[in-house]
């Protein structure tokens, strides 16, 4: 595992570095369909970098522009 894999950030950091609101993650979190986290204690959650990067590469959604196929 590499340094940048172990990084964690919290909810707040990850708003800060990646701008998903912390209530967003907080509602993904309940409806299990944000990125993975860890439940440190039963009021604290952290996010491994490379989760959060890993679940933005997945739903990141291709358009006519960036296929290049734009009319």
């Known amino acids: 595992m590499t340094a940048s894999e172990c990084l ?5 950091q990850v708003e800060a570095k990646y701008g998903i609101k912390r209530n967003h993650l907080s509602q993904l979190r309940y409806q299990h369909r944000g990125p993975r986290f860890i439940q440190a204690t039963p009021r604290t959650v952290l996010y ?5 990067e890993e679940w933005l590469n ?3 959604v ?8 734009a009319a």
Do not use: F, W
């Open 8 to 12: 964690t950030l919290t909810p707040t």
């Open 62 to 69: 291709e358009t006519r522009e960036s296929k290049g196929l």
């Open 58 to 60: 997945a739903n990141t």
């Open 48 to 52: 491994r970098t490379s989760d959060i």
